[in-house]
T-cell receptor, first 113, second 114 residues
Framework: EPEVTQTPSHQVTQMGQEVILRCVPISNHLYFYWYRQILGQKVEFLVSFYNNEISEKSEIFDDQFSVERPDGSNFTLKIRSTKLEDSAMYFC???????????FGQGTRLTVV | AQTVTQSQPEMSVQEAETVTLSCTYDTSESDYYLFWYKQPPSRQMILVIRQEAYKQQNATENRFSVNFQKAAKSFSLKISDSQLGDAAMYFCAYIGGANSKLTFGKGITLSVRP
């Protein structure tokens, strides 16, 4: 069964460093998303991406964040200068149609020290 | 703005029994989807069941079923014959209208007693 794949599963980084979280969405999907979940809290939307551009972004997704689809398979989230409060589980998701269910990757646990 | 409310933070069920998890939502849209996602200790988000708002029939997936009350904006999940592997956090989620994002509730932690 096709699945969304994320790497790495866990990343530890120093405050102020740049990190890139990688995702391979399901191959025939067209809509891509990043969500995050701070430990013990709800899942929060960051950004949606379609047709090589951002469709929607939340207030969390400020200038420190960017997304890219560098080739036909990868979808990345970059955090330019990490802060302690960026520590969270980051989920990539994809869907095949507009406004239907999203299928999630296993997540990347980001720890900023 | 759409909101999803899960007011019960925790529930417990005896193995083989039935449990119902509650969810309410608020929207002005007429066309939308509702979902239940399961998050086990591994923290992966697993889709359990989906419901299209235009369908009157409640969705069912094996031991999982929903009670969708559109007028009351209620969307509860019933788990029958509970198993130890059902122990997890369960999130109710909504998507609809012009939004491209899922809106999640705060989640409920379900424990299953052997």
């Amino acid at each position: 069964e096709p699945e969304v794949t994320q790497t790495p599963s866990h990343q530890v980084t120093q405050m102020g460093q740049e990190v890139i979280l990688r995702c391979v969405p399901i191959s025939n999907h067209l809509y891509f998303y990043w969500y995050r979940q701070i430990l013990g809290q709800k899942v929060e939307f960051l950004v949606s991406f379609y047709n090589n551009e951002i469709s929607e972004k939340s207030e969390i997704f400020d200038d420190q964040f960017s997304v890219e689809r560098p080739d036909g398979s990868n979808f990345t989230l970059k955090i330019r200068s990490t802060k302690l409060e960026d520590s969270a589980m980051y989920f990539c998701a994809s869907s095949g149609q507009w406004n239907t269910e999203a299928f999630f990757g296993q997540g990347t646990r980001l720890t900023v020290v | 703005a759409q909101t999803v409310t899960q007011s019960q933070p925790e529930m417990s069920v005896q193995e083989a029994e039935t449990v119902t998890l509650s969810c309410t939502y608020d929207t002005s849209e007429s066309d939308y989807y509702l979902f239940w996602y399961k998050q086990p200790p591994s923290r992966q988000m697993i889709l359990v069941i989906r419901q299209e708002a235009y369908k009157q029939q409640n969705a069912t997936e094996n031991r999982f079923s929903v009670n969708f009350q559109k007028a009351a904006k209620s969307f509860s999940l019933k788990i029958s014959d509970s198993q130890l592997g059902d122990a997890a956090m369960y999130f109710c989620a909504y998507i609809g209208g012009a939004n491209s994002k899922l809106t999640f509730g705060k989640g409920i932690t379900l424990s299953v007693r052997p």
